[in-house]
């Protein structure tokens, strides 16, 4: 199983990105999926997340400009992101809990750079 994260770049503030994060391999299922980012010099953490059934979560930094949301048919998650601001580049990781054969097992993709400049 494998997640890959896109869409990232360099965007100005008050601009727009869309985070795509595909999910592969022998997958019977998924259920939670979520957005996290971690920007220089700072701890990871947690954007966004979605259940299975739909419901999601933000950071309050994230409230009001980002929206989590999934396409359980292609293994996908997205992160729209609205009027992002300078403090919002980091590297952006998607992570889900996916059931592989008979386990239940975190995963975690490689990252995308946001970038936004001022």
């Known amino acids: 199983v494998q997640l890959q994260a896109s869409g990232g770049g360099l965007v100005q503030a008050g601009g727009s990105l869309r985070l795509s994060c595909a999910a592969s391999?022998?997958?019977?299922?998924?259920?939670?999926m979520a957005w996290y980012r971690q920007a220089p010099g700072k701890q990871r953490e947690l954007v966004a997340d979605i259940t299975r059934e739909g419901s999601t979560n933000y950071a309050d930094s994230a409230k009001g400009r980002f929206t989590i949301s999934r396409d359980d048919a292609k293994n996908m998650a997205y992160l729209q992101m609205s009027s992002l601001k300078p403090e919002d580049t980091a590297i952006y990781y998607c992570?889900?809990?996916?059931?592989?054969?008979?386990?239940?097992?975190?995963?975690w993709g490689p990252g995308t750079q946001v970038t936004v400049s001022s």
């Open positions: 992570n889900a809990d996916i059931w592989y054969i008979m386990s239940l097992n975190n995963y």
């Open positions: 391999g022998n997958i019977f299922r998924i259920n939670n």
